[in-house]
């Protein structure tokens, strides 16, 4: 049976398709209104972890018909899907490490507007509670006392002092570790706060001086910054070429290398040395004896603060070594004084400094040869010169193209010095034990060495030092009457048969 006969025929869509809904049941119909009422009596807002819900539930509270509306809702969105991400990539890079990283700081909803965010996931770094923070302990108020009766506790109770010092050690200084203490119910007394505090200041100023002393000291083998400008000006001013480095320390100085440039007022030779004064004070308080007594510095020295007392020490060294050398004493010439830098000629050859007499392998003629040209050097300096080396040994005696030379000449005094017979007999004696030692038959005692420098005939029985040290003391306690009677400017006579001292140079 044709099926279009037995059934009316529904009417069609001119697009192809049925517009009739499709029919159902009276009873479906009413179980699902059925549903969906007993639905909303259960549970009156929507499910926020469905998205359709919330912008459903947005679209109804909010005109969603404003473009800027839209915009800032898209924008808390993408937001929190960031903050999201952020938290996951977090978790991932810390892993298990005790040592976490946080990047709260990049996130770009504030904890507090995130409804999505859990207490967990909030960073205690953001908020006022660190749970990790040392409770401090509980003090009084700062006036007044509590209690009454027989119970008052006022603020100098020993237990309230005690724990309130306590608290006061969190104003120390970053650099002092009081450790736990400040968690602990610790009670320190006032003389023990004290006593901390004390130190805390002590330490601070230790600091200050040990960091200022690094900066305007000299150290070994190298130079404050002071100095080192002192050495670029020279190097800009064409009087250096270039400082090749350190080549020996002492205690008072360093000595560094260089090649010479050119002044318009004297020729510069090819290699020349750099003394350098250390500017710390501590080899040069107990040799202030060399220059607070020589008559020649002796009122410049008394108003002279103790720093450029070290720039007076290269002065006098400057000078001492002109004298010697207008005498063709064997020295080093003088090219430059600057403040506590003295340019003097290189003893050497091609970088190399010309070696100490104790470290060069001398024979037995040239050792000979060596102890007469000391002897002689050592009578022009005191009769030529007016100088006393006060410092000479074989440390201070150079070995370069057959000749010894004379170094070190900043402490050398003239013999008006009230000790500067004392300082010669010092140097008489290490000469002469030094070449007795190197095999030199002709080698003096100390005694008559001191009388052939001098021109003294001071005649000792069993060569008695105890008795010769007593006759030069009575010299130079003469030496020191007859100038306080006459004048620092002369020279006095010690004995008779003494020749008498030259006058002090004019540009002294």
């Not at 070994?220 to 064409?238: C, F, H, I, S």
């Not at 009122?299 to 002109?322: G, Q």
Request: glycine residues 4%.
């Amino acid at each position: 049976m044709d099926p279009a006969v037995g059934s009316k025929e529904a009417p069609q869509s001119p697009w192809g398709v049925s517009s009739v809904a499709p029919s159902c049941s009276l009873a479906d119909v009413m179980s699902e209104q059925l549903a969906k009422q007993l639905d909303e009596e259960n549970n009156p807002f929507p499910s926020l972890s469905d998205p359709s819900a919330e912008l459903e539930l947005l679209r109804d509270e909010c005109d969603t018909t404003s473009d800027l509306m839209l915009a800032q809702m898209l924008q808390m969105q993408y937001d929190r899907e960031f903050d999201t991400q952020l938290r996951l990539e977090e978790r991932k890079f810390n892993g298990d490490s005790k040592v976490s990283i946080s990047f709260e700081n990049y996130r770009m909803v504030h904890p507090y507007e995130d409804s999505d965010s859990s207490e967990d996931e909030v960073d205690w770094q953001d908020t006022r509670d660190d749970p990790y923070r040392a409770e401090k302990p509980q003090t009084t108020p700062r006036k007044g006392f509590t209690g009454k009766g027989k119970n008052i506790t006022t603020k100098h109770d020993e237990e309230v002092c005690g724990r309130k010092n306590t608290a006061r050690m969190d104003n120390f200084a970053p650099e002092v570790h009081v450790g736990d203490g400040l968690g602990m119910d610790l009670k320190l007394s006032n003389q023990v706060f004290n006593s901390l505090k004390q130190h805390c200041h002590s330490e601070q100023r230790r600091c200050a001086r040990l960091h200022e002393k690094k900066e305007h000291s000299t150290a070994e083998q190298a130079v404050d910054p002071r100095t080192r400008l002192l050495m670029y000006k020279m190097v800009n001013a064409g009087v250096l070429d270039k400082v090749n480095g350190c080549i020996s320390t002492g205690k008072e100085s360093v000595i560094f290398h260089a090649d010479g440039g050119s002044l318009e007022e004297q020729p510069v030779p090819e290699e020349v040395v750099l003394k350098v004064y250390k500017t710390t004070l501590n080899e040069f308080k107990n040799r202030d004896r060399y220059i607070k007594d020589d008559y020649r510095f002796i009122d410049r020295f008394s108003k002279l603060n103790p720093r450029k007392v070290i720039r007076l020490w290269a002065e006098k060294e400057m000078h001492n070594l002109t004298r010697m050398k207008r005498a063709e004493i064997p020295c080093p010439e003088v090219v430059l004084l600057k403040k506590h830098i003295l340019v003097m000629s290189f003893i050497g050859r091609d970088h190399a400094p010309a070696p100490k007499i104790k470290d060069a392998m001398l024979s037995a003629e040239e050792m000979n040869r060596a102890y007469h040209q000391v002897l002689h050097m050592m009578q022009q300096m005191y009769q030529e010169c007016n100088l006393v080396h006060a410092d000479l040994s074989e440390y201070n005696i150079l070995w370069h193209d057959g000749k010894v030379w004379f170094i070190d000449v900043s402490q050398s005094v003239e013999p008006t010095h009230p000790h500067a017979l004392e300082f010669l007999f010092r140097d008489c004696r290490n000469v002469s034990t030094f070449f007795q030692k190197g095999g030199v038959s002709d080698t003096m005692s100390v005694y008559d060495l001191f009388n052939a420098v001098t021109g003294f005939n001071i005649a000792v029985s069993g060569e008695e030092e105890a008795a010769f040290l007593a006759q030069i003391e009575a010299f130079e306690k003469r030496n020191e009457d007859h100038i306080q009677r006459r004048g620092k400017k002369f020279f006095p006579v010690a004995v008779d048969d003494r020749p008498p001292p030259l006058e002090p140079d004019v540009d002294d």
